[in-house]
């Protein structure tokens, strides 16, 4: 498969063909396809995708990201879920309260919240499916508020890791 400069797969025939022979019962969305791909009528697939003729698209990356970012697939329950009240709930202490608000207030201002709602969303799903993840890497592990989510196993609190470690 390929992709275009904003890491939108781009899909031909074998492509499609092998992602349905891999798993005929896939749920695909609005696939974006390199040539005109059309389905016979009488093959029959229990869910035939949504196909879009790619074109190029006449934005930088961040007004792509703006755009995506309003079409992420979450169900219902996390696309109205309130992140803010999610987490403050889970404060013990007053130092824990602080150092959210501090953190949500941040995440705010870059817009961020749609991002902690997928955050939820992935983290729930991971654990239905028993699928592991790290304990944590990088510059996350200073988010107290990823590790409330369950993003991430490193109390920043515990270890005094400051926020700004990984909003920079």
């Known amino acids: 498969m390929q992709t275009d400069i904003y890491g939108r797969q781009l899909i031909d025939e074998i492509d499609l063909c092998n992602i349905f022979l891999s798993n005929p ?19 029959e697939l229990s869910n035939k995708p949504i196909l879009k003729k790619y074109t190029e698209l006449k934005l930088n990356s961040e007004e792509f990201d703006k755009q995506m970012q309003s079409d992420w697939f979450m169900p219902a329950e996390y696309l109205e879920l309130d992140v803010a009240k999610y987490v403050l709930d889970m404060c013990k202490t007053e130092e824990e309260l602080q150092r959210v608000g501090d953190e949500l207030m941040k995440f705010q201002d870059r817009e961020m919240f749609p991002l902690l709602r997928y955050c939820k969303y992935l ?6 499916h028993n699928i592991a993840w790290g304990v944590g890497r990088g510059s996350s592990v200073a988010s107290y508020v990823l590790f409330l989510i369950g993003i991430h196993r490193i109390n920043s609190l515990h270890y005094d890791i400051k926020i700004d470690e990984f909003l920079k």
Do not use: A, C, G, Q
Not at 25 to 31: D, F, R, S, V, Y
Not at 123 to 128: A, G, I, L, Q, Y
């Open 25 to 43: 019962e896939i749920k695909l969305k609005n696939i974006l396809v390199k040539s005109d791909i059309h389905f016979d009528d009488e093959l």
């Open 123 to 128: 983290v729930d799903t991971m654990r239905k």
